[in-house]
């Protein structure tokens, strides 16, 4: 295991923690980008138009045969069975959905072909389906990428100073408030933060995923903030129509449901590839853009690494080359292991056990205690 993994503390020392938090090494590495690259072997960043489509249609027709089941057989079943069957249609149905989403996260980052008309268009297809504005999303996540790490431009879950914790931060650092912390995070995280930006980087002004004149864009990307509202609208139509000729509860029942899975999972993954006891963060004395991006970490999900197409256990190397195809990141993140050494993060802690950790243990960041090293900032949680 990488470094940040979980290491065993001598039993004989009873008031010990069970684990230790091992920090990645915050200087600057003793390699480069490079070097890096050339581990890798070159086949890995060549993508393929028809093996990044055949990922799109496999995923298409699970969640067809999921729908097909769902709508002709569930109503089927006696009441109280019913609500369980929509039920799990609908986490599973999530988890198909949120591999789509991935997939469209890769046409974002020109990873799905060798055009970027191309990528533009499934992306834009894809993500609209699922609500999510394919340009605005694209442009701010560009910049998260572009600023991983850094206190004062990284775009999403950037943390707090302790200055800048609120007030109630204290009466919810408890289980009841942190399960109530993120059940909103994993239901409401996702549409706050693409219309008021909660969780992300502070502007000046306003700043809305869904307003082309957003701080969080430039002015030649506003006329594409336009289409992907366009995209949203189309669907959101779409759904208003099914709701008239097919009733409200079913279009929540197929549609809604999945959605909220997606959406959850989304936060999750997220949340979780930046969060961690061990992870810095940096001011602008000392952020460079090597550092930043591996400031992140490898999760594993078991058997949903595969569903979600490996966007959670390869993200340090997604983070390193994001123009790599998915399809590769598996061979890219075992060739550069040895390279990255301790700068490589993985933490195979289960994630339900993760994220009450990562809630309970990271609240806001501090220098570090050295005075060489005060643009260091670490997680901590003693308020």
């Given at each position: 295991m990488g470094a940040g993994?979980?290491?065993?503390?001598?039993?004989?020392?009873?008031?010990?923690?069970?684990?230790?938090?091992?920090?990645?090494?915050?200087?600057?590495?003793?390699?480069?980008?490079?070097?890096?690259?050339?581990?890798?072997?070159?086949?890995?960043?060549?993508?393929?138009?028809?093996?990044?489509?055949?990922?799109?249609?496999?995923?298409l027709i699970i969640a067809s045969l999921f729908y097909y089941v769902a709508t002709n057989y569930i109503h089927q079943l006696p009441q109280p069975l019913s609500y369980l069957a929509w039920t799990l249609y609908g986490i599973c149905q999530g988890c198909i959905l949120t591999g789509v989403w991935v997939l469209a996260h890769e046409c974002g980052h020109h990873a799905f072909s060798?055009?970027?008309?191309?990528?533009?268009?499934?992306?834009?297809?894809?993500?609209?389906?699922?609500?999510?504005?394919?340009?605005?999303?694209?442009?701010?996540?560009?910049?998260?990428?572009?600023?991983?790490?850094?206190?004062?431009?990284?775009?999403?879950?950037?943390?707090?100073?302790?200055?800048?914790?609120?007030?109630?931060?204290?009466?919810?650092?408890?289980?009841?408030?942190?399960?109530?912390?993120?059940?909103?995070?994993?239901?409401?995280?996702?549409?706050?933060?693409?219309?008021?930006?909660?969780?992300?980087?502070?502007?000046?002004?306003?700043?809305?995923?869904?307003?082309?004149?957003?701080?969080?864009?430039?002015d030649r990307e506003r006329a594409q903030i336009f289409i992907s509202d366009a995209g949203i609208l189309a669907v959101l139509y779409g759904l208003y129509r099914m709701s008239v000729a097919k009733g409200l509860a079913w279009v929540l029942c197929v549609y809604g449901g999945p959605l909220l899975v997606v959406n959850g999972f989304l936060v999750l993954i997220t949340f979780l590839q930046h969060t961690h006891p061990a992870l810095p963060h940096y001011d602008s004395s000392e952020w460079d853009w090597l550092r930043g991006a591996l400031a992140t970490v490898d999760r594993d999900y078991g058997i949903l690494n595969t569903i979600f197409h490996n966007i959670t256990d390869t993200h340090v190397a997604h983070h390193l080359f994001s123009t790599m195809p998915h399809y590769h990141a598996m061979e890219?993140?075992?060739?550069?292991?040895?390279?990255?050494?301790?700068?490589?993060?993985?933490?195979?802690?289960?994630?339900?056990?993760?994220?009450?950790r990562e809630v309970k243990e990271c609240i806001y960041v501090e220098p570090d205690e050295g005075e060489e090293n005060k643009g260091v900032f670490w997680y901590n949680n003693k308020l």
């Open positions: 993994g979980r290491m065993s503390v001598p039993p004989a020392d009873k008031k010990a923690k069970s684990d230790v938090i091992q920090r990645v090494p915050h200087a600057k590495p003793p390699f480069t980008l490079g070097e890096i690259k050339k581990a890798i072997p070159p086949h890995c960043f060549k993508r393929s138009i028809p093996r990044s489509f055949s990922y799109v249609v496999y995923d060798d055009y970027q008309w191309l990528d533009d268009t499934v992306g834009l297809i894809l993500h609209s389906f699922l609500l999510v504005p394919y340009f605005s999303w694209k442009y701010s996540h560009r910049r998260h990428h572009s600023n991983t790490g850094s206190l004062e431009r990284d775009e999403v879950f950037v943390p707090k100073v302790k200055s800048g914790v609120s007030w109630t931060a204290k009466y919810m650092n408890n289980p009841p408030g942190r399960v109530i912390t993120l059940i909103v995070q994993l239901t409401l995280g996702w549409p706050l933060y693409l219309m008021f930006n909660v969780s992300g980087r502070p502007y000046d002004r306003f700043a809305c995923h869904f307003d082309p004149k957003s701080p969080i864009y430039s890219a993140t075992k060739a550069i292991k040895p390279i990255l050494g301790k700068y490589y993060q993985l933490d195979e802690t289960p994630v339900f056990k993760a994220m009450f």
